[in-house]
């Protein structure tokens, strides 16, 4: 690896937006990066687009690669495998970066470097009206936070994030592929990653801007349950995973959602917890006794914030 950054960027017919991301490379006031474009079967003139943004003499190495249309997990598997940098940003076809993310990125690794216990760095998404996306973290006094992907909601990171991992720590953890499945939810990896006991290093400074757009994973459904209906297996491992290492109210949460996802499918209880791999029985005790204590302590969370803020506290 000779570069210490990896800019990893799906494609999807998106030639008409990504010229607002490449700019925005070209802007960085740091270009000691790579940028992989791996276009997901396209079938624009995103080949073209990209081989102009290769003939301009911008100081920033660039990487095109083409695959059957697979889903973007596949597409990080795939760019995986070619990344140079050491460490792995994934940045979508319709976004943009601050001008000085790529220094904060830099800056933030060299400080963790002899951190073995660290999977990465991380910084808030804001709107192009500088409107941050989810919620600012709990600083407690400090520059950042360090928790991993299943403390997040400890600590406030609620939300999307701007993630930065180690390329190699990636590499341990592929996204799982299925047959005729186009998406898998970026938490498979998080945290998996974060069941190994690594953490991130999360700092409540701005790198990422985004709008997100009708035609994207987030408004498209992809999470929604139409969207786990289409990618059913690949979200059945994702609850499965769930059940053994996410916390008890999390775990509760995904899985109300899973049920309702069984019931617009018209599976029984026995067909539903057969797909994510538990007995019947333990799938009715979560489902009639967990699931309300979790759901009413996830109430109580919500009335003590609300204590807190009318207290100033």
């Known amino acids: 690896m000779n570069k210490r950054l990896t800019v990893f960027t799906p494609v999807y017919n998106r030639s008409k937006i990504i ?51 697979g889903g973007k997990h596949r597409a990080i598997n795939y760019a995986l495998g070619k990344a140079e940098g050491v460490y792995f940003f994934i940045v979508d076809s319709d976004d943009m970066l601050t001008d000085n993310a790529v220094e904060l990125i830099l800056k933030w690794i060299e400080e ?23 919620e600012n973290p709990k600083l407690q006094g400090n520059a950042f936070v360090e928790c991993s992907n299943l403390e997040r909601k400890k600590y406030n990171l609620l ?38 006991g690594y953490k991130l290093r999360w700092y409540n400074i701005p790198i990422y801007v985004c709008e997100y757009l009708d035609d994207g994973l987030t408004k498209n459904g992809a999470n929604g349950i139409d969207g786990h209906m289409r990618n059913y297996k690949g979200y059945c491992f994702y609850v499965e995973q769930s059940m053994h290492i996410v916390p ?14 069984r019931k617009r499918m018209k599976k029984s209880l026995s067909e539903a917890a057969e797909d994510i791999k538990i007995s019947k029985d333990r799938y009715c005790v979560n489902l009639f006794i967990l699931m309300p204590i979790a759901y009413l302590l996830r109430k109580l969370d919500k009335l003590k914030e609300m204590w807190k803020k009318k207290n100033g506290i």
């Not at 700019?23 to 396209?42: A, H, P, R």
């Not at 002899?114 to 989810?134: P, T, Y």
Request: net charge negative; hydrophobic share 35%.
């Open 19 to 69: 010229v607002d991301l490449f700019n925005s490379l070209c802007d960085q006031t740091v270009k000691d990066f790579e940028w992989i474009v791996v276009d997901d079967g396209s079938d624009d003139n995103i080949d073209e687009v990209v081989k102009q943004f290769m003939d301009q003499k911008t100081g920033i190495p660039i990487r095109y690669f083409k695959q059957k249309h």
């Open 112 to 134: 963790i470097k002899d951190r073995h216990d660290i999977a990465g760095v991380a910084g808030l998404r804001i709107s192009k009206n500088g409107i941050v996306w989810g």
């Open 159 to 196: 939300g999307d994030k701007a993630e930065i991992y180690k390329t190699d720590i990636l590499r341990q953890f592929p996204f799982p592929e299925f047959e005729g499945e186009y998406f898998v939810t970026e938490n498979v990896c998080w945290d998996a990653i974060a069941h190994r």
């Open 248 to 261: 008890f109210k999390d775990r509760m949460y995904r899985l109300y959602w899973y049920d309702n996802t």
